[in-house]
């Protein structure tokens, strides 16, 4: 199915695997998406500046398809990261919590592609009118750090469309292929997945943590830490301790001390799923097996076809 993203960026599905921390900052998730067709993403974000330029050169021996790095602008050796990123050429950007138009002119002199994530119509037009070539634009039931006001993937997206002319991403509350046409059909020109790429062989996260996405239903995430920065994920120790803690009005000094004891590195790579940051979507509850990430491709694509020919076959009503 062709768009304006598998055009911009020479991909053959309109899918993009979410660049999540840990579980995709390897070369194998992303080179395994690649391979199948789709848009895989190395995630930048919690990597140390060595172990990035070796996993970075990983993946580009792994595939000889486009891929790109997601990286949080605001991180610590965010500078040095994306000197690395320029020297080995990443033919695409995906970047975040930060501003891009400082950094748009030695990423466009080698052909690269920028987009920017954004959650609101207000950093969509930031986003546009510096340059970049297209958004993610991400959705209340994401995982990880939704925007706080909870607004809906289909709402969000449709709202950013009717502002911006440039190639839009939808992400958050799509698991499966029916809900990467439904996104289609709404005008966006991609999907990006998540939680979905998380449940695979691929994802290095620990065992424990995928059993816990994997036994989470559609209901059964809350988005927690709005007087810091809000993040979705399940309801456990941490996540109670942090509503308890907004209910009783703690002071913002212990508040903080309190967010920041738990992290996603405990939960992600040491497995304690109580104390630790568990970040998943809604669409946890849409899934039900772990799988290699090409057969999680594949999948979607006959999803998709399936979706996009019971529209097909709708016969419009005579006036």
Do not use: C
Request: cysteine-free; hydrophobic content about 50%; proline content about 5%.
């Amino acid at each position: 199915m062709e768009t304006r993203i598998t055009r911009l960026l020479g991909i053959r599905h309109p899918i993009v695997q979410a660049g999540m921390s840990w579980a995709s900052s390897n070369a194998a998730l992303p080179a395994a998406v690649s391979n199948a067709g789709a848009l895989g993403v190395l995630a930048a974000g919690p990597m140390r500046l060595e172990d990035f330029g070796r996993t970075l050169d990983d993946l580009a021996a792994a595939t000889d398809r486009p891929y790109a790095v997601n990286i949080p602008l605001y991180r610590a050796q965010a500078a040095e990261i994306l000197d690395a990123m320029v020297a080995r050429r990443v033919p695409v950007v995906i970047a975040s919590q930060g501003g891009p138009k400082a950094h748009l002119p030695r990423f466009r002199d080698y052909g690269a592609v920028w987009i920017q994530v954004v959650s609101t119509l207000e950093h969509a037009r930031k986003a546009a009118e510096a340059g970049v070539d297209a958004l993610v634009v991400v959705g209340g039931e994401a995982g990880g750090h939704p925007p706080a006001n909870e607004v809906s993937t289909l709402v969000a997206v449709r709202r950013v469309l009717q502002e911006t002319a440039i190639p839009v991403i939808a992400a958050g509350g799509v698991a499966d292929g029916w809900g990467i046409a439904a996104l289609l059909a709404l005008g966006a020109d991609a999907v990006q997945l998540g939680t979905r790429f998380l449940l695979t062989d691929e994802a290095a996260v620990h065992a424990n943590y995928k059993a816990a996405v994997l036994a989470s239903d559609v209901h059964d995430t809350v988005l927690v830490g709005r007087r810091s920065l809000p993040v979705r994920g399940t309801r456990n120790a941490f996540a109670r301790a942090i509503a308890d803690a907004e209910r009783d009005r703690m002071p913002q000094d212990e508040y903080d001390a309190l967010f920041k004891r738990s992290t996603l590195r405990q939960a992600a790579l040491d497995g304690d799923v109580e104390w630790g940051k568990v970040e998943l979507g809604q669409s946890a509850g849409l899934i039900s097996r772990i799988e290699p990430a090409a057969a999680v491709v594949a999948q979607l694509v006959r999803e998709m076809d399936e979706a996009a020919q019971r529209l097909g076959s709708m016969t419009p009503v005579p006036a």
